[in-house]
């Protein structure tokens, strides 16, 4: 695992850090292919604006506190870590200082699935949250967006076995969203690690 050329993203109100080659190709597609047949992935219902419809991709969430995760009226139970994501984990809590307690998965099938405008500001990640995302697969973009300025903006493409640290005041002052694409494209894996307190 690498941490070789960090791109910091000059962004105000924002600490956010980018690791292309966070994995090598090899390990990075192992752990696509790992995830990708063993993660019992989900589909539910998500209400937005009070309207209910199908979250437009899969998803599973881990951890080792037995805490659940709740955002958009989803309550989510951890399953237990599995082998893989403790060495993952293991290498981002020593690289960031941080003893993460949990990873939200997400499988993008294709270009129909997305994440759409939201910040990770949930209660239980607490002040000043730590997010540590690992992509594997489809390169995708990553749109972010000021939340008092909305046309503050900036688009960053998270590649395959790549890495994306959010933390300081980013979760207050920025939203951030995996648009939908007409294009013919492959499957992404992203693995959100944070601590739910």
């Known amino acids: 695992m690498l941490f070789d050329f960090p791109l910091k993203l000059d962004l105000p109100e924002a600490d956010i850090t980018y690791y292309p080659k966070f994995l ?26 009070g309207k209910t419809y199908q979250q437009p991709r899969l998803t599973a969430l881990f951890g080792n506190n037995g805490k659940p995760y709740s955002y958009s009226n989803i309550a989510m139970q951890p399953h237990e870590f599995t082998k893989e994501l403790t060495e993952l984990k293991t290498v981002l809590d020593k690289k960031t200082d941080v003893q993460f307690t949990s990873c939200l998965l997400n499988l993008y099938r294709d270009g129909k699935d997305s994440n759409g405008w939201h910040a ?22 990553f749109h972010l967006r000021n939340k008092a300025d909305k046309k503050l903006k900036h688009k960053l493409l998270l590649e395959h076995g790549s890495l994306l640290v959010m933390q300081g005041p980013t979760q207050h002052c920025w939203q951030h969203q995996i648009p939908k694409t007409v294009k013919p494209i492959k499957e992404r894996i992203n693995l959100t690690f944070r601590v739910i307190l």
């Open 24 to 49: 090598s190709k090899e390990q990075a597609d192992f752990y696509l292919k790992h995830f990708k047949g063993t993660i019992p992935w989900q589909q539910d219902a998500i209400t937005v604006f």
């Open 120 to 141: 990770d500001d949930e209660k239980e990640l607490g002040i000043n949250p730590v997010i540590a995302s690992i992509s594997l697969g489809q390169e995708r973009f």
